[in-house]
Each structure stands twice: as structure tokens, then as C-alpha cells.
């Protein structure tokens, strides 16, 4: 195995990471529990997420810094920092570098989320997205062999990064659906709770009142109802 191989795999075990964390980071978002669901067990999965996370910065730094040691990619320290004058790929290389740099933000600014206050933290939070949609904007294009050979979207590599990606995409639609079902729970409580309140008779003649709104204003005001039915006689001459 080489060392441009031995990048390769660091690169993909980054990306497999990174999916991982995502995942952890919308499961703790949906307010999911370990305890009461899979696997049934106290885990603070808010540390794991954040474990998993400094796993997947390490192997993303580790993914370029080994190409140093390659004697055909030619790759310099400057290189590795700032790619845009790489000996190969520039551009795809600073969308790899970006992300990193993104990574290791989103990091930080967790570590001091306390001090920051949830609002600013959460704010700062969401360039975890930015971080995905450039790790696998660089996964999908690069050439991992450096070679400049065409790059097939059917090889094993691509293959995992496409299926990584996949997979962030359905969590994240689930997501989603999972908090808009969560903002109309409210109103339906609050309807559903009207209703208890009361008795059967008094919800038989509500909804009564809701079909016949004539009616409703005929229990507050009997004077209309009299007056509409039996109009007031016309005075008699004497």
C-alpha cells in the first residue's frame, strides 16, 4: 500500500465519520433517547457526538498530511495548508481544505457552546451542513489515485461516498418531516383539549351551535329568537 492509498482510506474513513456525526447531531436534535429506544441504555450521546466528531476531524487532518510522505504526489506543507497551487487537483483540494477548516470550527466553537449561549452556539452550528455538502463535494470529484484517469461514479470509493451522502440526505428529509409533525401536535392538543372539558350534554349542543349559528345566537339572546318567531301584534284602535 502507498502512501496516496493509505490517504485515500484516511479520506474515506473521515467521510464515514462525518455521516456518523451528522446522524448523532440530528438524532440529539429530534430529541432522541437512548434509554427509551435502541439500544436501551443510559448513554450520553451528546459526548459521543462529540467523540465521534474529533475522530472525524483527526482523520480529515490526517488525509492530506499523509500525501507528504508520497514521493510521486509532490505534495509540500504549503500544499497541504492551502492547496489552491497543489501539484494536482487545486480546486477540488480547497473544497477538501474548507471543510476542514469548517470541521475544525464547528468544533471549537462546541467546546465553548456554555459560553457562548445556545442561541449563538446553535446559530454557529448549522456550518456543520456547510462542512457535509463541501466533504462530499470533494469526495465525489477528487481523484483519490492521483493519476488524472476519468473519474467513474460506479467505482467501490465513489460508491461509498455516494451512499454516505444518501444517507445524510434521508436523515436530514426525516428530520424535517419529524418537526413539522412536532409544530402541529400543539393545536391539535389545544382543540382536543376544549373538548374534553366539557360534558356530553354541553358537547352535544356546541356542536350544534358550531351547524347552526343561528341557533348559538338565539341561546345568548332569547329576546331575537322571540321577537324573529313571534313578532310583536300591532296595537289595537280603540
Known amino acids: 500500500m502507498t502512501a496516496i492509498d493509505l490517504s485515500g ?4 474513513l ?10 448523532l447531531g440530528l438524532l440529539i436534535a429530534a430529541r432522541y433517547s437512548p434509554w427509551k429506544y435502541w439500544p436501551h441504555q443510559r448513554l450520553n450521546i451528546f459526548r459521543v457526538h462529540n467523540q465521534v466528531g474529533l475522530a472525524a476531524l483527526c482523520a480529515s487532518a490526517a488525509h492530506p498530511m499523509i500525501l507528504l510522505f508520497s514521493r510521486t504526489a509532490k505534495f509540500r506543507w504549503f500544499d497541504v495548508v492551502l492547496p489552491a497551487w497543489a501539484p494536482s487537483q487545486p480546486a477540488i483540494n480547497l473544497l477538501g481544505a474548507a471543510a ?23 446559530s454557529l452550528h448549522f456550518t456543520t451542513y456547510a462542512v457535509a455538502a463541501l466533504a462530499f463535494l470533494h469526495g465525489l470529484f477528487t481523484d483519490s489515485h492521483l493519476n488524472g484517469v476519468r473519474l467513474d ?17 434521508a436523515a436530514t428529509l426525516m428530520r424535517i418531516r419529524h418537526e413539522l409533525r412536532q409544530r402541529a401536535k400543539p393545536a391539535e392538543t389545544a382543540g382536543s383539549r376544549g373538548w374534553r372539558g366539557l360534558t356530553g350534554r354541553q358537547a352535544i349542543i356546541s356542536a350544534g351551535d358550531r351547524a347552526c349559528p343561528n341557533r348559538a345566537a338565539e341561546s ?19
Open 100 to 122: 476542514l477548516y469548517a470541521a475544525a470550527f464547528v468544533l471549537v466553537t462546541s467546546h465553548y457552546r456554555l459560553e457562548l449561549g445556545r442561541r449563538t452556539w446553535k
Open 14 to 23: 473521515a467521510l464515514a465519520l462525518l455521516t456518523a456525526n451528522i446522524l
Open 9 to 12: 482510506d484516511a479520506g474515506l
Open 153 to 169: 461514479p460506479l467505482d467501490g470509493e465513489k460508491l461509498f461516498v455516494e451512499g454516505c451522502l444518501l444517507l445524510v440526505l
Open 220 to 238: 345568548a339572546d332569547p329576546r331575537a329568537g322571540s321577537q324573529e318567531h313571534h313578532p310583536t301584534a300591532a296595537p289595537v284602535d280603540s
